[in-house]
């Protein structure tokens, strides 16, 4: 008789932490936590963990419930994180998942979302497929989209009168990112003279620097190399040791984590435009997560912090109006949704959940004091500023 009482005690217990957790409100962080985007995804996790303490004042609980995150490292690698995505839904009961890191395994893991029914955030992955032809109507992004940067790069150094030239690597990033540039860069009066592709893997860039220098020399006006280039190689600090100053052209490329901004110390006065750089947005959040990440880590937070930081704050925003974690009446209330990030407003249209919002048009100073060039602003492109095409087939 005590034995089956003490059995029935343990069951009910069981019952009742069961219950405990199954009212929490689970958000899944799929991230590339170990692997070549490391710097990255920690980033994220970081500004998410405080952007749900920002939005939630403290409590972290939303329409009741504890806010309960639940982290998957796939590595940056594409089945990792489409068995990651898939356990965060079936096995973990998530109700909403973020992620991930890579591009390669975010577009892998869209369709996981489809399958499952269930709301995917993409954050921080760029490519413009991911809310283009790989889209499905369960991903929402609060991340920038290739076209963003390359649209906002454009409008930042385009104006009658500017000749430019591009280089970027030979593989889908590099050569999207200069077709969005391209169409972009038409429409502000700019001319475009060269496109150089080169490796991945490229150290020397003597020849290519040679072709791009030909083709500016003898233009009239303004004359800039645009670079878009992400990982090791260097080619802006190549370029420049090749002296483009001698025949009148400046370099150009876009913001990057703060590690990355110690290379352009060597590129006083270079322009382009950034999706953030912490000294920038000037907004109550953007105060709060400077002064907060300052107090706990002893740094400014970064590119991707305030990506995580805008992903948290979006779900918060999307449950309130909800009044609920079921995923079609979260679709009807994300669809149009405006919410505050650290770079102000932000809105998922609703053609393709892509978040618009702002970006920074920069000029590059150096303080000997700060070990990363200072990105002085010169002018906030709006949303309104930049018409980013809608690239699915909804």
Do not use: C
Request: aromatic share 8%; hydrophobic share 40%; charged share 25%.
């Amino acid at each position: 008789m005590r034995r089956s009482l003490i059995l029935t005690a343990a069951i009910i217990g069981l019952a009742a932490s069961s219950s405990a957790q199954a009212d929490d409100l689970k958000i899944a962080l799929i991230y590339g936590k170990t692997g070549p985007l490391e710097a990255y995804a920690k980033q994220t996790e970081t500004g998410l963990k405080l952007g749900f303490e920002y939005a939630t004042k403290g409590t972290m609980t939303l329409d009741g419930r504890k806010i309960v995150i639940i982290t998957k490292d796939d590595q940056g690698k594409p089945d990792l994180a489409k068995a990651a995505l898939a356990e965060a839904y079936q096995d973990d009961k998530a109700d909403i998942a973020i992620g991930t890191t890579s591009s390669a395994a975010a577009l892998a893991i869209l369709p996981v979302a489809e399958e499952n029914k269930k709301i995917l955030i993409v954050e921080p992955a760029v490519a413009d497929q991911i809310t283009g032809e790989k889209w499905n109507r369960y991903i929402f992004r609060t991340a920038r989209n290739s076209s963003q940067d390359a649209i906002s790069n454009a409008v930042a150094i385009g104006k009658q009168g500017v000749t430019v030239a591009t280089l970027a690597q030979d593989y889908a990033f590099g050569r999207d990112g200069v077709a969005a540039f391209k169409e972009a860069l038409s429409k502000t009066g700019a001319t475009l003279a060269a496109e150089e592709y080169a490796p991945t893997s490229t150290t020397d860039f003597t020849a290519v620097g040679q072709r791009l220098f030909d083709a500016l020399k003898d233009k009239p006006g303004r004359k800039v190399i645009w670079v878009i280039w992400a990982g090791a190689g260097n080619p802006l600090a190549k370029l420049q040791d090749m002296d483009p100053k001698r025949y009148g052209i400046e370099l150009s490329t876009g913001g990057n984590i703060l590690p990355a901004l110690a290379a352009y110390k060597g590129l006083p006065g270079m322009e382009g435009a950034t999706y953030y750089f912490y000294d920038i947005p000037k907004n109550p959040v953007n105060d709060w997560l400077v002064a907060e990440h300052q107090k706990r880590f002893n740094a400014p937070p970064d590119f991707f912090t305030a990506g995580g930081f805008a992903a948290a704050m979006s779900v918060v925003a999307a449950v309130t109006k909800a009044k609920s974690t079921d995923t079609e009446k979260l679709i009807t209330a994300m669809e149009g949704l405006e919410f505050d990030t650290p770079k102000g407003k932000m809105v998922f249209r609703k053609e393709d959940h892509q978040a618009l919002q702002s970006m920074y048009h920069f000029k590059v100073k150096v303080d000997p004091n700060v070990a990363w060039a200072v990105l002085e602003p010169v002018r906030e492109l709006k949303i309104e500023d930049m018409d980013v095409p809608i690239k699915n087939k909804r």
